[in-house]
């Protein structure tokens, strides 16, 4: 069992950068870790996942180049997903998300299997 839970979110103007963090319960050793958000009316998306194993990573187009995720594990296990360059169409509740993986992270929604409560993220113009 893995649990997850999103915070970080919060309103920026455009150019500016947001830092969520994702902090995880369970052993996620052999896991991809991955961050997905959904826009008001629209489908749920990927944006970044990881291999907490490997540290192999994969990003959505719409953000390479401008989010980075990364994987603390310390005292306490935390995902992280930096937000650089921050623009309007940015603005929707982002989700941490894990599953179970051996390969390249996946960007794929329906191989994630726990995932977090959400976070807002608002990017004005």
């Known amino acids: 069992q893995v649990d997850l839970v999103e915070s970080g979110g919060g309103s920026v103007e455009a150019g500016g950068s947001l830092r969520l963090s994702c902090t995880v319960s369970?052993?996620?050793?052999?896991?991809?870790m991955a961050w997905f958000r959904q826009a008001p009316g629209k489908e749920r998306e990927a944006v970044a996942a990881?291999?907490?194993?490997?540290?192999?990573?994969?990003y959505a187009d719409s953000v390479k180049g401008r989010f980075a995720i990364s994987h603390m594990i310390n005292t306490r296990d935390i995902v992280y997903l930096q937000m650089n360059n921050l623009k309007p169409e940015d603005t929707a509740t982002y989700y941490c998300?894990?599953?179970?993986?051996?390969?390249?992270?996946?960007?794929?929604?329906?191989?994630?299997?726990?995932w977090g409560q959400g976070t807002q993220v608002t990017v004005s113009a």
């Open positions: 990881r291999n907490s194993a490997s540290g192999g990573t994969k």
């Open positions: 998300a894990a599953t179970r993986c051996v390969n390249s992270p996946s960007l794929r929604e329906g191989l994630y299997n726990f």
């Open positions: 369970g052993d996620t050793d052999r896991y991809c």
